[in-house]
């Protein structure tokens, strides 16, 4: 996964979309001037970026992160981390599936890293497994420590965040999207 990805996967969206530049930032509250940025491979997003951009076309995160390889079995396909710079790393375990209605992550966290998360989808649930270390889970305003082996779900569509414990974490963030997203560019 590179910057090329979310370039091609943003512009491919807007294409399939039909909108200008103009609704797209009305729609997502990113600005004009980043969205151009970021088609034009000037600017490297932010995730907070990329969940307004995913929440703007109604879309899960995978669609703007997942490399453009559909036509391979999901047994075949390998995936890359992708490291915000300053924040969290991601991998996508399972992308967005409409069956299902979710996508699983494997993130890590760096010791004593924070990531807080702004709302996402209305009715959107996200649970976090830990697979290796401790961390904390900000949920309903309260931070609630988990170790290896524990997990938590909790409501998405209020302000959430992640605490790397005193080594770190590596855990599983699976997204449960309430409504039908659209695992394509079109908008709802």
Do not use: C
Not at 62 to 76: F, H, N, Q, V, W
Not at 106 to 113: A, D, K, M
Not at 145 to 159: S, V, Y
């Amino acid at each position: 996964m590179s910057d090329d990805t979310i370039t091609l996967n943003l512009r491919n969206i807007r294409a399939e979309s039909g909108l200008s530049l103009t609704k797209v930032a009305e729609l997502t509250g990113v600005s004009k001037a980043m969205l151009g940025q970021i088609e034009r491979g000037e600017s490297s997003p932010t995730i907070a970026t990329l969940w307004k951009i995913a929440k703007g076309f109604h879309l899960p995160l995978s669609a703007l992160i997942d490399e453009p390889t559909r036509d391979k079995p999901a047994g075949d396909r390998t995936f890359k981390t992708v490291q915000f710079p300053g924040s969290i790393a991601i991998e996508i375990v399972f992308p967005y599936d409409p069956s299902f209605g979710g996508e699983t992550f494997r993130i890590s966290l760096t010791p004593g890293q924070t990531h807080v998360s702004q709302p996402h989808e209305a009715g959107m649930i996200e649970e976090v497994f830990v697979l290796a270390g401790e961390m904390e889970v900000l949920r309903e305003e309260q931070w609630v420590p988990l170790k290896t082996g524990e997990g938590i779900r909790f409501r998405a569509d209020q302000e959430h965040g992640y605490r790397g414990g005193p080594e770190g974490a590596v855990y599983l963030n699976m997204h449960h999207y309430r409504h039908a997203v659209l695992s394509q560019g079109k908008s709802q």
